[in-house]
């Protein structure tokens, strides 16, 4: 039981590039959320899905796009990166009322 | 803006005292309060959840829940060197999903 699975580790783009990182669970949650994680500033909220087709957007959406694949894997894709995007991103999974969001491991992104 | 706020720290103590961490929100009507714990270049994990005034105790942490004054707090009992992490707190938004909003989190070191 592997928990939030999150590839790649690390990436370093040039500003325009794009990107999609990937997170798995294997937890049987219907529940995914993606952060990114900045110094002094907490982790904010990109998009969220609530379950299998459905996907919202959270508190900093904008030069994201998301893609709610199967239950398992959530994605989040950046079209044209830009140095503002340089941030640590995780992937969370919860199963409806229990409370717990589970964290990956993140990917750490340095934008050019 | 709803916000949750936290001091940055660090809060330094020594190991075996109380270590005391606040947390305010601005939401009113907020119903669910989370304390995370960061180590350095980690995912957060949950330590407890909290949705009624007053205390709630899990071995050396005690969770405490103020709805009126917008405030909550977590108090680490006989602080342990393992302990020195940073502690973020997380206040889930009224009316919508589990969307959590993070404070930026307290530095808490713990020296022998």
């Known amino acids: 039981n592997a928990g939030v699975t999150q590839t790649p580790k690390f990436q370093v783009l040039k500003t325009g590039q794009s990107m999609t990182l990937q997170c798995a669970q294997d937890m049987n949650h219907n529940s995914m959320y993606w952060y990114r994680q900045d110094p002094g500033m907490g982790l904010r909220l990109i998009y969220y899905s609530a379950s299998e087709g459905t996907t919202d957007k959270g508190e900093v959406p904008n030069g994201y796009n998301v893609s709610r694949l199967n239950k398992r894997e959530f994605s989040l894709r950046l079209e044209s990166a830009a140095p503002s995007q340089t941030s640590v991103y995780f992937c969370?999974?919860?199963?409806?009322?229990?409370?717990?969001?589970?964290f990956g491991p993140g990917t750490r992104l340095l934008v050019l | 803006q709803k916000e949750v706020e936290q001091n940055s720290g660090p809060l330094s103590v020594p190991e075996g005292a109380i270590a005391s961490l606040n947390c305010t929100y601005s939401d009113r009507g907020s119903q669910s309060f989370f304390w995370y714990r960061q180590y350095s270049g980690k995912s957060p994990e949950l330590i407890m959840f909290?949705?009624?005034?007053g205390d709630k105790e899990d071995g050396r942490f005690t969770a405490q829940l103020n709805k009126a004054s917008q405030y909550v707090s977590l108090l680490i009992r006989d602080s342990q060197p393992s302990d020195s992490a940073t502690y973020l707190c997380a206040v889930n938004l009224s009316g919508g999903y589990n969307k959590l909003i993070f404070g930026a989190g307290t530095r808490l070191a713990v020296h022998p």
């Open positions: 969370a999974s919860e199963q409806p009322n229990q409370e717990t969001q589970y």
């Open positions: 909290i949705y009624s005034n």
